[in-house]
Structures are given as structure tokens and as C-alpha cells.
């Protein structure tokens, strides 16, 4: 090898010369004739220069986030009678350009929360990944500026800027509004700096209106708790609802049918199970865009109703009962949101329904 440049940036044009090899061979006539060759399947070729010198010249784009390094094999054989060669291994990097932006896992995040919520709670959290190198790699997170009512987005939201997670920075009020949007930018650190952004839309539930509900002692899993009925005004593809959980104080303990809206119990209820459980229902239409509604529901698991704390101080209270018996009462609030750039009815969650259980 005379000069080899190394590493070689990942944008460079095919055609760049990134090497010069010399190659000597001290017999005379044909024995000291020498050709030379490169293994086939690199982006890389060997160009013949002035005598006995070989340019190694890249063919095709190269592309450090699918291969980093390169081992080259370079052959010289003489015409000799029998034929004599050798073999040298190069080792070329490919260096990082910023050529990546950040991509955000999901197209868009939806966090849902009931009203009364502690300043400083987490709402979601976003997450983007670039496959760049070192600090064209390295994502920052910031929320665009914006308003909601009036106000500056950063009134409402905040969000971590190594984390992505997002919290509430005051408490919301449903009777103020319903939902909000934000937008939320993932910048890497290279130089010029690459970006994409994403909608995160924060639904707001209503902590007032409770429906009580007492379902006996049936606690073995697969027991049916409660149904959630939703009534879509559009007709055809617009009105196919589905129902799902978004939100749960035990992720493990309830299911609910997607087309049917029941909720059962996945599984048995044990003493380690927290007293408060609180659910956030989405039922969704199928229509596009898709638009949804959302209601929040709270069981509490007790075998007398004077440990049921009063409906107000209701919370993500994760103190555990050790129980013996259990009451299950579904306190259901009810809520609708509508897209204010909707093209069809939103669906609307017109009751919770008392389920019959067998004893």
C-alpha cells in the first residue's frame, strides 16, 4: 500500500479513488509480469495507473449504517511457469455522516387522563431511533411551540428532553376542554443537526360524573364485571366499532372484548390486588380518519361497603387490602370526544351496563 484513505466517508461519490497499491515482483521477462485482482463482492474495483501501480477505486454507494468496515482481499500473480502470487488483506471504515434524521417508533401517540391530575404526572412517552453514529445519533426531544385555549403549549406539557417522556405541567379540567394536541420534535446533534416531528393528542376524562355499579362475589377469572355500550350515528365501515382498555392501574387483571364490550376478569382476583382499580376505555370507529370516544371507570374491589372511600378522593392509590371477600363496584364516567376536523359522527359511549353474573 502507498496511501490509503481510511476511514472513508459514507458519502462518497463511486469513482473516489481511496487507495494506491505498488506491486514488484524481482524476476525478469514474463516470470515478473505481475496482474492483479480484487475479491468480487466489495463495492471496490482495482484501476491500473502508471507501471506496476493500481488505483483502488470505490464502484457503488456506500452505506456505514448497513457495513462499517470492509476487509479487502487484493491478489498479484506473475505469468510465470507455474504461476506465483500473493495475497494482502486491507481493512477499510466507513466513516458516519449525518445522513439519518430521527424516526419516531409510532406514527402518532395518544395519552389519555382524568381530570383533577397532579401536575407533574406522566402522560406518555415518544421514542425515536437513528442508527447515525455517536452524536448523529444522539436524539434530543422538545415540544414545538404552540397554544392550547390561548396559552403556550409548555403551560399545559412538558417533555424530557433525553427521555421523551411527556408529563402534565398543571392540572386539566374537562369542563374547559376535552382534548389538546402537541407536537413534539426529535433532533439529533449532528452538525447541521436532522429532525422529524410527531402528534401526541392528550385526551382529558371527566372526574365528576360517576355511575355506581355493585356486582357480587365473582372473582374467579373470566368472570363477566361490566359492559361498555356505544352507539355510532354514521352508517357502514364508518360505524364498526372497537372497544379497547388504554389504560390500567393492573394491565393483567381485565380484558375486555373487543367487538362486545364486555369486561371480564383475566384472572382470579387475589389479596395482593390493589383495592382501586381504574380503567380507560376507548371504542373507535372504522372509519378514516379513524375517530374515537373515551370513559373511565373505576372498580373497587372490597367486601364492605364502609371501606369504599367517598367517590371524590377516588385515585391511582396503589394501598393494598388484604381482603377476604370481594365486592366489585363499577363507577363508570362517561365521556365523548369529537375531532374538530372530523369528516363522519364520532362514536358515543351512551352507558356502562350492569353485567349479570351467576353466584
Request: glycine fraction near 6%.
Amino acid at each position: 500500500m502507498k496511501s490509503l484513505t481510511n476511514p472513508i466517508p459514507e458519502n462518497v461519490s463511486p469513482g473516489t479513488e481511496v487507495g494506491i497499491i505498488n506491486v514488484q515482483d524481482r524476476d525478469s521477462e514474463t516470470n515478473r509480469q505481475v496482474r492483479c485482482s480484487i475479491q468480487q463482492n466489495v463495492p471496490f474495483k482495482l484501476v491500473p495507473s502508471i507501471k506496476n501501480y493500481y488505483s483502488v477505486v470505490s464502484t457503488g454507494q456506500l452505506d456505514r449504517e448497513l457495513v462499517s468496515d470492509y476487509n479487502i482481499t487484493i491478489t498479484a500473480t506473475d505469468e510465470g511457469s507455474p504461476p506465483l502470487s500473493s495475497s494482502k488483506t486491507v481493512q477499510l471504515s466507513v466513516a458516519d455522516i449525518n445522513d439519518n434524521p430521527p424516526v419516531f417508533e409510532e406514527q402518532s401517540y395518544s395519552a389519555y387522563v382524568s381530570e383533577n391530575n397532579k401536575p407533574g404526572s406522566t402522560l406518555c412517552s415518544v421514542s425515536a431511533r437513528d442508527p447515525d453514529w455517536r452524536q448523529n445519533g444522539t436524539v434530543v426531544y422538545s415540544l414545538l411551540s404552540g397554544e392550547v385555549n390561548g396559552a403556550p403549549v409548555s403551560s399545559y406539557v412538558s417533555v424530557n428532553g433525553d427521555t421523551g417522556v411527556i408529563h402534565a405541567v398543571r392540572s386539566f379540567d374537562y369542563e374547559q376542554f376535552r382534548s389538546f394536541k402537541v407536537h413534539v420534535m426529535a433532533r439529533d446533534n449532528g452538525s447541521p443537526p436532522l429532525s422529524s416531528n410527531v402528534t401526541v393528542s392528550v385526551f382529558i376524562s371527566d372526574g365528576n360524573s360517576f355511575m355506581t355499579e355493585l356486582v357480587p362475589k365473582a372473582a374467579h377469572g373470566g368472570s363477566l364485571v361490566s359492559k361498555v355500550i356505544a352507539v355510532d350515528a354514521d352508517s357502514g365501515q364508518n360505524a364498526w366499532l372497537s372497544y379497547h382498555i388504554v389504560k390500567s392501574t393492573d394491565p393483567g387483571l381485565f380484558t375486555i372484548g373487543v367487538h362486545s364490550g364486555e369486561i371480564r376478569t383475566q384472572r382470579d382476583i387475589s389479596e395482593s390486588d390493589s383495592m382501586k382499580q381504574n380503567l380507560i376505555v376507548s371504542v373507535k370507529d372504522n372509519g378514516q380518519p379513524s375517530l374515537s370516544a373515551t370513559c373511565s371507570m373505576y372498580l373497587l374491589i372490597s367486601d364492605n361497603l364502609a371501606e369504599v372511600p367517598e367517590l371524590k378522593d377516588i385515585s391511582y392509590d396503589e394501598k393494598n387490602s388484604k381482603l377476604t371477600s370481594y365486592l366489585i363496584i363499577a363507577l363508570v364516567c362517561v365521556s365523548t370526544f369529537f375531532d374538530l376536523h372530523h369528516h363522519h359522527h364520532g362514536c358515543e359511549v351512551l352507558s356502562q351496563e350492569k353485567a349479570q353474573t351467576v353466584v
